[in-house]
């Protein structure tokens, strides 16, 4: 961002790419949205509440109030007639934008200064290629929380660190978070939306990792 602070990773595990959007912010780095090339993704309001969440056979878009605003499956995971996926354009937040135009045709664009730059985020899953991937981790309520504080705890070891090392806020301030915890981070907000939980608990998480 123009301030200085992260404003989008790409990081590659294997043959899996994630694309992290944070929010403009100096110490909590809270996560706006995240696209992987798998076909799942996720974007957040500013207060955490989901707001766009996709995955191989389709997506939702919700208000802010939690209720279904709209709901597609991709025409080429559902057989027969479907209802076509009209395009949707939201803006996290002054400079960063995200058009979904087809499952295939999913962008996220970065305008500051006058520059612009795009990330294409789409992929193209088949019908057989989805029946062939394994079923979601879950997880228990006790166990997703202690993710999420296991988490918290390194974030904070990781600012105690960089205090030491650097006493000068100036300094500190323009050291970012490892990589690694942001994509901890990530998977642990993946498995939230695949646990059986309730939505006041999966709140609490995301106000675990984003603190």
């Not at 939690?66 to 007639?81: D, K």
């Not at 939230?192 to 006041?200: G, H, K, L, N, V």
């Amino acid at each position: 961002y123009p301030s200085g602070n992260l404003a989008i990773i790409i990081t590659r595990e294997r043959d899996q790419l994630t694309c992290i959007v944070q929010e403009d912010e100096l110490r909590t780095a809270k996560i706006r949205a995240l696209f992987q090339s798998d076909g799942r993704s996720t974007c957040y309001y500013p207060n955490g509440d989901e707001w766009i969440n996709m995955s191989i056979q389709g997506g939702q878009y919700l208000d802010q109030a939690g209720n279904r605003v709209r709901r597609w499956m991709w025409p080429n995971l559902s057989p027969g007639p479907h209802v076509p996926l009209s395009p949707i354009f939201i803006s996290l937040n002054h400079h960063v934008g995200v058009r979904i135009l087809a499952q295939d045709k999913i962008f996220v664009s970065f305008l500051a200064m006058g520059r612009q730059a795009k990330f294409s985020m789409g992929t193209k899953m088949q019908a057989s290629t989805a029946r062939q991937l394994p079923p979601p981790t879950r997880l228990g309520e006790d166990e997703l929380l202690l993710l999420a504080f296991r988490v918290r705890i390194l974030q904070l070891f990781d600012r105690m660190r960089r205090c030491l090392n650097f006493p000068s806020s100036e300094q500190r301030n323009k050291i970012q978070p490892p990589t690694y915890l942001m994509t901890q981070a990530v998977k642990i907000l993946e498995l939230c939306m695949a646990a059986d939980i309730s939505d006041e608990l999966r709140s609490s998480i995301r106000a675990i990792v984003n603190a």
